[in-house]
């Protein structure tokens, strides 16, 4: 009996604990790579099993079904009214993406050298997206967006992608 009340505290401990992490992203439904899904009531289950899952980096929460989809790979994004889609921190930064790489609204693009160029330069706006030169093999800069606001996430080969909701 005891034993099974420790391991229930530590198992609420763990899930409170993840349930701070959680970035969520309303309005974006996130296509692809589904692993898992399940029924739940609200999108705090959704981030709980996901932070606890070891191949799940992002979710999808459908309001109208009550129901979360679990995903191990982001194929793209849609915007749809009836979903929230969370994604899972995995770094010091918060979330990092490889190989996907995020629009915003009103997203700022510069040419940069680097990716960690790329991360200083939008530190004010908490997401980036940093791809390698393109074509030009000679280029030594790339594209490097900054956003605040995400519009949408897609599969591009090369790019990396990062997240900070919380960087004060």
Not at 5 to 20: E, I, P
Not at 126 to 137: E, L, T
Request: glycine fraction near 8%.
């Amino acid at each position: 009996m005891i034993a099974t009340t420790v391991f229930g505290l530590m198992m609420m401990h763990v899930g409170a604990a993840s349930v701070q992490s959680c970035l969520f992203l309303p309005n974006v439904s996130l296509n692809g790579g589904t692993v898992d899904e399940f029924q739940t009531e609200d999108i705090t289950q959704c981030c709980v099993q996901c932070s606890t899952s070891g191949c799940c980096i992002a979710y999808t929460y459908d309001t109208i079904k009550k129901r979360c989809y679990l995903k191990n790979a982001i194929g793209y994004s849609t915007e749809d009214f009836t979903m929230t889609s969370g994604l899972k921190p995995n770094s010091r930064f918060g979330v990092t993406l490889k190989n996907v790489k995020i629009l915003g609204d009103q997203t700022n693009r510069i040419e940069l050298r680097s990716e960690e160029e790329c991360r200083q330069y939008c530190s004010a706006y908490q997401v980036f997206s940093w791809g390698p030169p393109r074509g030009d093999h000679h280029s030594k800069t790339a594209e490097c967006a900054c956003t605040m606001r995400i519009k949408s996430l897609s599969y591009d080969f090369g790019c990396t992608s990062e997240i900070n909701p919380s960087q004060g």
